[in-house]
């Protein structure tokens, strides 16, 4: 029997969705940061630089970033790390991925970068110190496939960060649906010219688990001492826990 999973608020096969999140994120490569900075009035830079804070990496740390897209939090882990440290970025899109790249080596940052997917991840057990994954858990098929991943190639009391957006306050929900499924979709339409992926952006995020569920998926991946931090009013949180 064919297994089906969520894409957006449309039921496909499991083997299809990530054929068709990638084609997402190849349509929207060329304007992903423009169209950050416009969809959270920049206040994606202030959560992301929340996250790292949190991560509280040490130089001559082992650092993964998953999902690194145009990799801010690499950049970000890696002045944290120093030289003695190593930080590597990866994605399962090759498009994200190379431009995460060149702007790690516009910085200056010379890190690696190695396209995989974070259900089988192409790494020893025990290999890091600190796993993040930002904005990405929500476009994986397997999220408990991935996090069990995620706690494998940690070491012993490492940290897993994963900030993602999630349940707002039932306050602000009809204001943020607003947001979501109309201005979304036309500033993609006008900005990226791609309403139909700001779509998917905004039905994923209402098929991925809220806070508390997140944080039992975490507990049952083998992670411990799992902190939820919400941020502007539930809109985004960030998830830590520690490996067990």
């Known amino acids: 029997m064919t297994k089906e999973t969520d894409f957006g608020f449309e039921q496909v096969r499991e083997e299809d969705k990530a054929r068709r999140v990638a084609a997402v994120f190849d349509q929207v ?9 416009l969809m959270s009035l920049g206040l994606h830079r202030a959560w992301k630089a929340f ?20 990799g801010d939090l690499a950049r970000a882990l890696a002045q944290r790390a120093g030289p003695s440290g190593q930080v590597l970025m990866s994605d399962i ?27 089988q991840l192409p790494f020893a057990d025990a290999s890091f110190d600190c796993v993040t994954v930002g904005f990405g858990l929500r476009n994986m098929t397997h999220k408990a496939t991935a ?20 349940s707002v306050r039932k306050a602000l929900a009809p204001l943020y649906d607003l947001y979501s499924f109309k201005v979304l979709p036309w500033l993609g339409g006008r900005v990226a010219g791609d309403a139909a ?9 209402r098929r991925h688990p ?7 998926m975490m507990k049952d991946a083998g992670f ?11 809109v985004v949180a960030v998830h830590r826990g520690l490996r067990l």
């Open 224 to 234: 411990d001492k799992v902190d939820v931090f919400n941020l502007a009013a539930g």
């Open 51 to 70: 996250t790292v804070a949190l991560a509280r990496v040490r130089p001559g740390e082992r650092v993964l970033d998953l999902a690194t897209g145009t």
């Open 210 to 216: 809220d806070q508390a569920t997140l944080a039992a």
């Open 197 to 205: 992926s700001y779509r998917y952006l905004a039905e994923s995020i």
């Open 29 to 37: 490569s060329g304007r992903y940061d423009l169209m950050n900075d």
């Open 93 to 119: 899109n090759g498009a994200m991925l190379a431009r995460g790249r060149d702007r790690a080596n516009d910085a200056g940052l010379l890190l690696t970068a190695i396209q995989c997917d974070a259900e």
């Open 147 to 166: 996090l069990r991943e995620m706690a494998r190639v940690l070491r012993r009391g490492g940290r897993l960060l994963v900030l993602e957006f999630s």
